[in-house]
C-alpha cells in the first residue's frame, strides 16, 4: 500500500495539520471479517505525523467512500487496540492509526456495497482519496 499526498498539502490548519492524500490499497489484503486479519491499516507516521484527530473520505460518506474505480467501497474504524477495528477512539486525544476494510461492489461500479474482499487480493491499483486533520 502506498499513499501519495496531493500537490498543495500539508497545509496549517488552525494549529493542526491538514493533509490530503491518495491511499492505495494493499498488496495483499489480510480480511477482517472472515480470517481475523489486520485489514489494511494506515499509521500517522506514514504520513510523517504524530496523530489523527480526524479523517474523511473525498468520495463518498465520511466514514465509508468509493475507491476512484468504482469497484470498491471502503470503510473506516479508529484502532483501539494493535489492530483491531473499533468505533471508540480515545476521549481528547488524537488517534496513531485506523483501519480501512475493503467490500466489493454488487455489480457494476459505484453500486450497493457486497461482500468483504478476499484474504490475499491485491488491490495496489486501487485507490481511494482521504483527508486527514493531524497533529
Known amino acids: 500500500m502506498a499513499n501519495t499526498i496531493v500537490l498543495g498539502y500539508p497545509q496549517p490548519q488552525d494549529g493542526k495539520i491538514r493533509v490530503v492524500f491518495d491511499h ?3 498488496l495483499s489484503y489480510a ?9 489494511d491499516v494506515i499509521n500517522a507516521t506514514d504520513l510523517a ?12 460518506a465520511y466514514i465509508e467512500g468509493y475507491t476512484v474505480s468504482g469497484n470498491y467501497v ?6 483501539a487496540t ?13 488517534f ?11 455489480s457494476t461500479p459505484f453500486s450497493a456495497i457486497s461482500t468483504e474482499v478476499a ?3 491485491n488491490l495496489s491499483a486501487e485507490y481511494l482519496r482521504l483527508d486527514a486533520t493531524c497533529v
Open 82 to 94: 494493535a489492530g483491531t477495528p473499533s468505533d471508540n477512539y480515545p476521549p481528547g486525544s488524537a
Open 119 to 121: 484474504n490475499a487480493t
Open 24 to 26: 492505495y490499497g494493499p
Open 49 to 60: 505525523m504524530g496523530g489523527f484527530d480526524v479523517v474523511g473520505v473525498g468520495f463518498g
Open 31 to 39: 480480511n477482517i471479517g472472515g480470517s481475523s486479519g489486520a485489514g
Open 96 to 106: 496513531k492509526s485506523f483501519i480501512l476494510q475493503w467490500f466489493t461492489v454488487t
Open 74 to 79: 471502503v470503510k473506516m474504524f479508529s484502532v
